[in-house]
């Protein structure tokens, strides 16, 4: 085989990348390729120009291969641009500062095997969130953690040491806490009203789904199913409604765009940035792995993602604000009738308990 037939064959191989999730198989090797969107990119982009240079302006297959190439960059291009500053923002920026309606959040996967508190610590004494959800928490963390419950009286506690511990700590009243596990026995996920300085409950769902891995889950029927069933249960018209947590899955993902539709929440991120979270230790294999997703009666004052705490995942902040008029300003992703049947049959595929919510 010589060089060019070689190359040819790279080439056909790089739109894989992007044509493989488009297809409905749940298997963790086609989800996966789900998560890379930017590097994906980057790569389909670096082929196009290759196969351009080598060629020069091709004919006959090198032309349609090239054309291939420009859709696929073209496509993942459109994956990405709503999470970056050139596109409209889904949730309105608060205008006003009012205290009392606000809610500041972190959200932080510290890494189990990690045994180092100290810098979570320090981000929370500077940050001084109301809520704070810590996610793969062990006895070990609920040890070194147990200081700050002096500041957030209010817990919820589940530690495990099989990557799946959570805990809840919160300065405002919470009210009606409970601890589920949805589709698997190992997965814990945490539901409470958390009370605002003003009177006004806010719902809470605090989630930690399985990822499609080859050493976890083969396929990613059970996040996805989690994911799609709490989304059912929401009604954002009864009150606002907050989703948060590491949910093993990209913001751009065919199965968080259906979660969104379904629920009807809003991601913070679209028009403001990535603010990928994961992999802390490799700047160019990082991805927004852990998210707040709100009803549309909040405005966002601040979304950041914080420093590195030792973990493999950066903590993610969000300073949400009750805002009741903001429901005029922002479309509530709606599904249509054909997703909402792809969301009960990817439901009906686990082992759901479809009375642990409330």
């Not at 996966?32 to 240079?53: K, S």
């Not at 511990?165 to 405002?172: I, N």
């Amino acid at each position: 085989m010589d060089l060019s037939w070689a190359l040819y064959l790279a080439f056909c191989a790089v739109p894989l990348m992007t044509l493989l999730p488009l297809l409905r198989h749940e298997g963790w090797w086609v989800r996966g390729f789900e998560f890379p969107a930017m590097q994906i990119t980057v790569v389909t982009a670096l082929a196009l120009v290759a196969c351009l240079w080598v060629n020069g302006w091709p004919g006959g297959w090198g032309l349609g291969l090239a054309a291939v190439l420009l859709g696929c960059t073209l496509f993942q291009l459109g994956r990405i641009l709503p999470y970056t500053r050139l596109f409209p923002h889904q949730i309105q920026t608060a205008r006003q500062a009012r205290p009392k309606d606000r809610l500041n959040i972190i959200v932080a996967n510290v890494l189990m095997t990690n045994r180092n508190a100290g810098p979570l610590l320090d981000v929370i004494h500077t940050e001084a969130p109301d809520l704070i959800l810590t996610l793969e928490t062990d006895d070990w963390w609920q040890e070194q953690l147990a200081g700050i419950e002096v500041d957030y009286p209010f817990t919820v506690k589940q530690p495990l040491d099989n990557l799946y511990g959570m805990h809840l700590y919160s300065r405002l009243q919470l009210l009606d806490a409970r601890i589920a596990y949805l589709v698997d026995d190992e997965v814990p996920s945490i539901h409470a009203d958390v009370v605002l300085r003003s009177g006004t409950r806010v719902r809470l769902h605090c989630l930690h789904p399985a990822p499609p891995s080859p050493t976890e889950n083969p396929t990613s029927a059970e996040r996805d199913g989690e994911l799609l069933l709490v989304a059912r249960e929401l009604d954002v018209c009864a009150g606002p409604v907050v989703v948060m947590g590491d949910l093993n899955d990209v913001a751009w993902s065919a199965s968080t765009r259906l979660f969104q539709k379904i629920s009807g929440l809003l991601d913070l991120r679209i028009g403001r940035g990535l603010f990928s979270t994961f992999h802390a230790d490799y700047l160019f294999m990082r991805w927004p792995l852990d998210h707040i997703f709100c009803s549309g009666d909040f405005t966002l004052a601040r979304i950041r993602r914080l420093g590195h705490i030792g973990s493999d995942h950066f903590p993610i902040q969000a300073v949400l604000q009750h805002t009741p008029r903001a429901l005029d300003l922002h479309p509530e992703p709606t599904a249509s009738l054909r997703e909402a049947e792809r969301a009960e049959e990817k439901i009906a595929q686990v082992d759901a308990d479809q009375t642990a919510l409330p």
